[in-house]
Antibody
């Protein structure tokens, strides 16, 4: 079945970096955009950016464009999100999700990973 | 950036009742590019509605969406026990993508 499986929880100190992976299966990875959304504890959803799995093109939310890098590895059907210079307010669950439209840019997300909790604490 | 404001913050209803959730945009959402998601505790969001009124695959017909411009509504015709959750709207008509702050539907 179509699924996205993310890497496990992380605990990092302020100023460190974290890289979260999102492995796709059950569909042709390069046909879709992958987006990243985060959710701070008890809060709502915040869009971070998206990457085309086909050509690696990216689009970042302004709040994240200086500290976040989205990449992908087509040989392993895996997308990655790296956040640098972590702060305590980066503590959140980070989700990857797949665009609902192949070969397009609908930016509605029908398949989600299980989420990865990143805790930033000294 | 288009800000989305959802109301009410919390809706207290009983199973079998009708739920009406509102999502208001700070400016018009082009082409009715608005989606609704459901999220239960400890789970990822689940796509319910896209293009303001189209149900996603496998979504029961008790869920319906309507609206255009700046005012959108998600209606759950008869609440089932599994429908008690938080609901988010999302606009994708312009970048950056934005979400509403959520409406919690709780059991009365």
């Amino acid at each position: 079945q179509v699924q996205l499986v993310q890497s496990g929880p992380e605990v990092k100190k302020p100023g460190a970096s974290v890289k979260v992976s999102c492995k796709a299966s059950g569909y042709t990875f390069t046909n879709y955009i992958i987006t990243w959304v985060r959710q701070a504890p008890g809060q709502g959803l915040e869009w971070m950016g998206w990457i085309s799995a086909y050509n690696g093109n990216t689009n970042y939310a302004q709040n994240f464009q200086d500290r976040v890098t989205l990449t992908r590895d087509t040989s392993t059907s895996t997308a990655y999100m790296e956040v640098r210079s972590l702060r305590s307010d980066d503590t959140a669950v980070y989700y990857c999700a797949r665009d609902s439209q192949s070969w397009g840019q609908k930016l509605v997300f029908d398949v989600w990973g299980q989420g990865t909790l990143v805790t930033v604490s000294s | 950036e288009i800000a989305l404001t959802q109301s009410p913050g919390t809706l207290s209803l009983s199973p079998g009742e009708r739920a009406t959730l509102s999502c208001r945009a700070s400016q018009g959402v082009s082409s009715r590019y608005l989606a609704w998601y459901q999220q239960k505790p400890g789970q990822a969001p689940r796509l319910l509605i896209y293009d303001a009124s189209s149900r996603a695959t496998g979504i029961p017909d008790r869920f319906s969406g309507s609206g255009s411009g700046t005012d959108f509504t998600l209606t759950i015709s008869r609440l089932e026990p599994e429908d008690f959750a938080v609901y988010y709207c999302q606009q994708y008509g312009s970048s950056p993508l934005t979400f509403g702050q959520g409406t919690k539907v709780e059991i009365k």
